[in-house]
């Protein structure tokens, strides 16, 4: 199944992840920027391999995200639910002007719209994550929700699983890097994941 975006995802992973951005916007990318401190949950799945790390330019936080995100397969196809994180990446909150940064993506689904902070930058998260199943339908992570200072961004993921814990809060100014584990395709009779964990850095 998913024989299309088996053969992408294989092409994704011999290039590697690349920067995204609208079109005018800067792209380029740090990927060995200092950091302060490193957020993690205990909740995040069991399968795949940590990608690259991938961090903001110098000077620069995340404000906002969105999310790549399989929609639910009701007819009995199978379920990776989210597959991919993107950062925005600016200068001062709000910023017109900003780099778009991402670790290991999925295969699966489609971007979802850019959720933003009303101030501030991103510095603590949650991750929602559905339990091995055994012989049914793994999905892994399924959603994840952001703090900017006190107030909660919602992601637009779904909704199997359960909630973890809130990760530690930025030391520093906020996040300003990630890295996400992610199961590669398992073929045609495998039972496909995705995104299972991320980690978010925590710069000055």
């Known amino acids: 199944m998913h024989h299309f975006f088996s053969m992408l995802f294989s ?3 011999i290039i590697g992840p690349v920067s995204v951005q609208s079109a005018g916007r800067r792209a380029e990318r740090s990927s060995d920027r ?3 401190s ?3 949950v205990s909740n995040g799945g069991p399968w795949g391999s940590w ?3 991938s961090m903001c330019p110098s000077g620069t936080y995340a404000d906002a995200f969105s ?3 399989e929609s639910a397969n009701y007819f009995g196809g199978d379920d990776t639910a989210l597959n991919g994180i993107r950062l925005y990446c600016v200068d001062r909150p709000g910023a017109n002007e ?3 940064i991402t670790s290991d993506v999925g295969g699966w689904g489609e971007w979802r719209d850019k959720q933003s902070c009303s101030s501030g930058f991103l510095n603590t998260f949650w991750l929602r994550v559905e339990s091995p199943r ?3 339908d793994d999905t892994a992570a399924n959603n994840i929700d952001f703090k900017c200072s006190d107030w909660v961004i919602w992601g637009k993921g779904l909704n199997w699983g359960d909630w973890g814990d809130w990760s530690a809060t930025c030391e520093g100014k906020g996040i300003c890097g990630l890295q996400t584990r992610v199961e590669e395709s398992q073929g045609s009779e495998g039972d496909d994941t995705a995104l ?3 980690i978010m850095f925590c710069c000055d």
Do not use: F, Q
């Open 196 to 198: 299972n964990d991320v």
């Open 11 to 13: 092409l994704l992973a």
């Open 134 to 136: 055994g012989s049914g």
């Open 98 to 100: 900003y780099t778009v």
């Open 51 to 53: 990608g690259v790390i």
């Open 38 to 40: 490193v957020l993690k």
């Open 34 to 36: 200092s950091y302060r």
């Open 67 to 69: 999310l790549k995100v």
